[in-house]
């Protein structure tokens, strides 16, 4: 699964390595990586590819899920189309509560009681993962794990995780890709290990 999902990223631009001419952040990091998983749910076969391997995923790693989460804003499609396939209640996490109405910060099923998955896009240092997790905790969910699409494997995020005593899993990685572009011919080795270099790099801050 993780070579295959690896060379959808690469064939659609998702994710793309670029050590010779790096990308710039939101955050202000020059790296030699850029992803952007929302490329996925504007291809039909990529989409749908991933929302399969998700769902076998979960299958496997969460057979008793009763609830799908996504977190907001590009978990949400996914767990959309995840729920659909397993026929189950999907809901979403906000970043933060609604200033308004009855502010909430689960949209759609409750999941009070209930056991749910969260679905992830992009797990890098697991932050944004976690905030997600306590606030469906705090609403009542028996949070089973944590499933993205790709992780860039940087040690603190599986820290992070140990910490809260949650797992989480990805259907892809960045050694996974950077495998499949080296059989590719897109990365010499090198590149490779510039791309590995700056892991540690955010490893380390």
Request: aromatic share 6%; charged share 25%; glycine share 8%.
């Amino acid at each position: 699964m993780e070579t295959r999902v690896a060379e959808i990223l690469l064939d659609i631009n998702a994710v793309e390595l670029s050590p010779e001419a790096p990308f710039t952040w939101s955050s202000g990091i020059v790296s030699p990586i850029y992803c952007d998983n929302r490329k996925i749910i504007g291809d039909v076969g990529a989409r749908s590819e991933i929302a399969d391997a998700f769902a076998e995923m979960i299958k496997v790693q969460a057979p008793d899920a009763e609830i799908i989460a996504g977190t907001s804003t590009a978990g949400i499609p996914h767990a959309a189309f995840i729920s659909e396939r397993l026929g189950l209640p999907m809901c979403y996490v906000r970043g933060s509560r609604k200033k308004h109405g009855k502010g909430n910060q689960i949209e759609g099923a409750s999941v009070d009681g209930k056991k749910v998955v969260l679905i992830e896009d992009l797990i890098s240092t697991g932050g944004s993962s976690l905030e997600a997790a306590e606030a469906l905790k705090e609403n009542g969910a028996d949070l089973l794990t944590v499933i993205a699409i790709f992780t860039y494997g940087i040690p603190r995020a599986d820290e992070a995780f140990k910490d809260t005593g949650l797992s989480y899993h990805t259907l892809s990685t960045l050694d996974a890709l950077i495998d499949v572009s080296m059989d590719r011919g897109a990365i010499d080795e090198k590149q490779k290990e510039t791309i590995l270099q700056f892991r540690q790099k955010l490893s380390q801050k």
